[in-house]
């Protein structure tokens, strides 16, 4: 028997090639083992994506859901998530969103919607209140992402690509309001599709189980955010940006294609830089009081600018200093509807190619000249355009290059060294969608950014990196921005400063745990059977909202059944422990000549990383460890 | 001298954003700031990140200073 109040989400699948729409049962066991977001939307597309399909054909299928706190007014939550086959690398990807495309989704009746077939000419999905339907968007075609959504109502929610997504741009984003889901090309995924955007409006309220106990506690969360130094402080003055001083002082961040990890005009583009020349205010996504996005001036009007990512990628990494220029980049790369993070490491490559005299797109490091235009190329397909648009992989299949070639699985790395922090160099290499920080742990964020771990040791990286990524899984599976995920790191350490002795004694207990953390998995929801709103506030959240008994230990197991469910997927789809790696850079060549230890020592952490999942020495998913999670899937690799 | 850039609550304490000051490591850096701006600018300072030429400071007493020495105060 079910649970009496139990509310299963409600989601619709579109066969966009009959243009015919239907509704899509979830079941009970489902929803409870996979609750939503990214690894909802990772087990239906393992189970409805055709194994080892291309990710630009119609067989591709198209998830674009929900999660259960979107749109509840809690705290960091208006986000949604895009799951899908990545175009980069032929393995999983999700991609999140902050726009209002989610929070309109659940008004309009639909907590998921599920895209598979082609339609027949250019299309845009119209969802309002239950109704859906695929209409004519030949008009719209061409347009620019932000072009696209002035066509329709101010208040319905949005999701759009520009003209990158219609060319195929394999790194393509998609696009709610000035928010992107930038990563793993879900914007040609949706180009190959011929769907330039899905609206959606209603009036639907979102499911609260208890709503009293649910604002109460929403009340108390905000103010923990509000209160920790770095939530409620530093994001909201100085954007994510702030965070490339920590990386640049400590040596992590990436510069001349990650040749280099301290830039020496770093103090032009800080986050404090932008604060004091170009920023006009501070703004963020819906009820969240982080409020980290900045506004800045573009072509004369102020539009969103850019992020610590953007701001490494398009900045240090191509050696420009100009932070109105690498404003003017992310602008572009919105309104083309492309990531910036694949976009700057293309570039970065393109650049190290010429220099090395390997081929010539005309770009140089340190050089303006040429990177408007070529944005321009790529967005629209033409000229060296269509080569960049491919990303750094299949230029180095091409051109060679392949040791200087930055990305994981195909996915371009995301703007944190690792050499510098080689726990999030594990992170990146077995990140399941590729080179990516969030979904490979972050553990820069205790290595340089708010912590100072020892960032050159392998030793407890593997158990830290696990723990790091079911965390953030979870999180995100909530429905939460993973920003919330700083305001687990205890405010007043961080208000000690990384220099006081308290920081560095929890900096090595950190490290001097890892016995402990390592052996954690397999007794997660025993060893946590409560909430804890000042470690992991997010469970009694999702508790309160769903009505399900969830605990921080079984919170973290949704993590972790996420994470693996991901790890099959990738394996299904051909995947190995071969990919796990990085290129020759990052693991043969120290960073700083006179140490050697500046390398991502890959070799030593990934067997015990494997042994920390419970996975054999082939990074396989052990039936002992599937059993525990409850995944009922055998592939026989 | 020391190169001094000042950053976030400290930048309110000292009443400017820059700054030049004579000392040969960290810690006489730190007295001095006390001397010159309170004692809560110190506290503020010590909790802060600090840089000597970009490069992050995990320890204040060993680090020394040279005379061209950029010295910067961030909030963490």
New interface residues.
């Given amino acids: 028997m079910g649970h009496p109040k139990l509310r299963l989400p409600k989601y619709a699948i579109i066969d966009l090639t009959s243009g015919t729409a239907a509704d899509y049962p979830i079941s009970e066991e489902l929803y409870k083992k996979y609750i939503g977001g990214k690894s909802l939307g990772s087990r239906l597309l393992f189970d409805l994506a055709p194994p080892r399909v291309d990710p630009l054909s119609a067989d591709n299928v198209l998830i674009v859901n929900t999660s259960p706190m979107t749109g509840t007014g809690a705290a960091s939550t208006s986000r949604f998530n895009l799951s899908f086959k990545n175009v980069l690398t032929g393995g999983i990807a999700t991609s999140n969103c902050g726009g209002t495309f989610g929070i309109m989704l659940k008004a309009a009746g639909y907590d998921g919607i599920i895209l598979k077939g082609k339609a027949e000419r250019p299309s845009y999905i119209e969802i309002v209140d239950g109704a859906i339907s695929l209409k004519n968007a030949e008009h719209l075609w061409g347009m620019n992402t932000e072009e696209v959504q002035e066509q329709f109502e101010p208040h319905w929610g949005k999701l759009v690509i520009g003209p990158a997504g219609e060319n195929l741009v394999r790194y393509a984003s998609a696009v709610s309001g000035e928010r992107v889901a930038g990563r793993c090309g879900a914007g040609a995924v949706m180009g190959s599709k011929k769907i330039k955007a899905i609206i959606a409006f209603g009036t639907k309220k979102p499911y609260i189980y208890d709503k009293e106990k649910f604002d109460q506690y929403n009340k108390k969360y905000i103010r923990l955010l509000r209160d920790h130094?770095?939530t409620g402080?530093?994001l909201p003055?100085y954007g994510s940006a702030?965070f490339l001083?920590?990386t640049?002082?400590?040596?992590s961040l990436p510069t001349k294609n990650f040749k280099m990890g301290?830039y020496?005009d770093?103090?032009m583009i800080t986050g404090?830089a932008l604060a004091d020349t170009s920023l006009t205010r501070n703004s963020g996504c819906v009820s969240c009081p982080i409020r980290c996005e900045r506004r800045v001036m573009v072509y004369g009007k102020e539009v969103k600018g850019p992020e610590y990512e953007t701001v490494g990628l398009l900045g240090a990494n191509i050696l420009n200093n100009d932070l109105d220029l690498i404003s003017e980049l992310n602008y572009l790369a919105d309104i083309y509807g492309m990531d910036s993070i694949s976009l700057g490491g293309t570039l970065a490559f393109a650049m190290e190619l010429k220099e090395k005299n390997l081929a010539d797109f005309g770009l140089n490091f340190g050089s303006k000249e040429g990177i408007i235009e070529t944005i321009d190329a790529i967005a629209h397909g033409v000229g060296t355009g269509k080569e960049l648009g491919q990303g750094t992989k299949v230029l180095a299949e091409k051109y060679g290059g392949d040791d200087f070639a930055i990305h994981a699985k195909g996915l371009e790395l995301a703007s944190y060294e690792p050499r510098t922090s080689v726990g999030m160099g594990l992170g990146y290499a077995t990140s399941n969608r590729g080179g990516c920080h969030l979904n490979g742990g972050y553990l820069a964020l205790v290595e340089?950014v708010?912590l100072?771990v020892d960032a050159q040791t392998p030793k407890g990286k593997a158990e830290l990196t696990v723990l790091f990524q079911n965390m953030i899984e979870a999180i995100s599976v909530a429905g939460y921005c993973l920003f919330t995920a700083i305001a687990v790191l205890p405010g007043p350490l961080?208000?000690?400063?990384?220099?006081?002795p308290v920081s560095?004694f929890v900096n090595k207990i950190l490290i001097g745990v890892r016995f402990i953390l390592g052996s954690l998995w397999k007794f997660m929801p025993k060893l946590l059977p409560f909430n804890m709103l000042y470690l992991l506030p997010h469970s009694e959240s999702l508790k309160l909202v769903t009505g399900m008994p969830i605990t921080s230990g079984k919170f973290l197991q949704i993590g972790e059944r996420c994470f693996n469910i991901e790890r099959l997927f990738n394996l299904r789809e051909g995947l190995t422990a071969e990919d796990d790696d990085l290129s020759a850079r990052l693991t043969k060549t120290p960073q700083d000549l006179d140490r050697p230890d500046t390398i991502v020592p890959l070799d030593k952490m990934l067997p015990k990383y494997y042994k920390v999942r419970g996975w054999d020495e082939n990074g396989v998913p052990k039936k002992k460890k599937l059993r525990q999670l409850g995944i009922d899937i055998d592939i026989n690799i | 001298m020391a190169n001094i850039k000042y950053f976030g609550k400290l930048r309110t304490l000292c009443g400017k954003n820059e700054d030049r000051i004579a000392a040969n490591n960290l810690t006489e850096l730190l007295r001095a700031i006390q001397k010159l701006y309170g004692k809560e600018a110190k506290k503020a300072a010590k909790a802060a990140l600090i840089t000597v030429d970009g490069d992050k400071i995990l320890s204040i007493r060993k680090t020394a200073l040279s005379d061209d020495s950029k010295v910067s105060f961030y909030p963490v």
């Fill in positions: 130094p770095v402080e530093a003055k702030y001083k920590n640049n002082a400590s040596h301290k020496e770093a103090e404090e340089t708010m100072s961080l208000k000690l400063g990384p220099a006081h560095r």
